[in-house]
């Protein structure tokens, strides 16, 4: 149990780290080829992995889970995050919607302690705030007014706080690979009617592009998953905030965007909040010890 919060906050750090390769792969293939048919190929992908992992076991598994309602609605939940993220992004500025977004480790640390009741020290609590402070003054949205977008926006950071909050409830009763199985299951469903009418046949660079899409998002969810199995949702919370850090780093490298001070500043703060998290939980291991 000891190591099981440390472990669970590496794999939570890995897999929100591997979800903003996966973003900028996204971002590459989005100028010739149709999201849904990106997001096809994704889950295809991720549920031929499971699959061959475990063969005609897995779909036993997956048909006889006592389990399959709460993995599916979460799945509903997930689906819907991301449709009022990309309605509100269309409209909204990046640095505007990324706040709005980034408001849902603050929702899910307040559902984990409604719902999960979670015990939230007041080191968490700082944590997250800490992180939030950090996205705002890196992203620096000035101007925002309540309308249509912006609530959709914040409509999304409910819904994924809540599929997350949903996600460590089911992660502590089936198996990561059997919840991968079921989410990637719905989600070929939900995108492969759109792809019947947005096809574009891939050349080879973007069928590679596309397949490691899959392979990326496959290790991404498998480790969230599972750093959700072992640690509670107000201690993960806001390492949530690490991913934007690594998107001004990708931006950098790929397409040589430079990071201004109010960025730099920001990424420190949210770096700060994992660091607040780390040492109060170990202080914490070993006063309880």
């Known amino acids: 149990m000891k190591n099981s919060v440390s472990l669970g906050i590496l794999l939570t750090s890995a897999a929100y780290m591997a979800f903003t390769f996966h973003d900028a792969i996204i971002k590459i293939l989005t100028s010739s080829i149709p999201v849904w048919q990106i997001l096809f190929f994704r889950s295809l992908t991720i549920l031929l992995g499971c699959l061959a992992y475990g063969r005609g076991r897995l779909a036993r598994q997956v048909m006889t889970s006592p389990i399959i309602k709460p993995m599916i609605?979460?799945?509903?939940?997930?689906?819907?995050?991301?449709?009022s993220y990309y309605s509100a992004a269309s409209r909204l500025q990046l640095a505007e919607v990324t706040t709005l977004y980034y408001a849902a480790p603050v929702v899910g640390t307040v559902l984990a302690w409604l719902i999960l009741k979670e015990e939230v020290t007041p080191a968490r609590w700082l944590a997250v705030g800490v992180g939030f402070v950090g996205v705002m003054i890196a992203c620096n949205p000035v101007g925002l007014a309540i309308s249509w977008p912006v609530y959709l926006a914040l409509q999304a950071a409910v819904l994924w706080a809540a599929a997350m909050v949903l996600l460590r409830k089911t992660s502590l009763h089936e198996k990561t690979v059997v919840q991968l199985a079921v989410?990637?299951?719905?989600?070929?469903?939900?995108?492969?009617?759109?792809?019947l009418y947005t096809w574009k046949t891939p050349d080879i660079t973007q069928l590679a592009l596309l397949i490691a899409i899959g392979v990326v998002a496959g290790a991404a969810q498998f480790a969230l998953f599972e750093g959700m199995r072992l640690a509670p949702v107000s201690v993960l919370a806001p390492f949530e905030y690490t991913s934007l850090v690594w998107a001004f780093l990708l931006g950098h490298l790929i397409w040589a965007d430079m990071p201004t001070p109010n960025v730099v500043a920001g990424a420190a703060m949210i770096l700060g909040a994992g660091l607040i998290i780390i040492v109060t939980e170990r202080l914490r291991r070993r006063i309880t010890a």
């Open 183 to 195: 989410s990637n299951i719905f989600f070929l469903a939900m995108t492969g009617v759109a792809v």
């Open 73 to 83: 609605a979460r799945s509903v939940l997930l689906l819907c995050a991301w449709l």
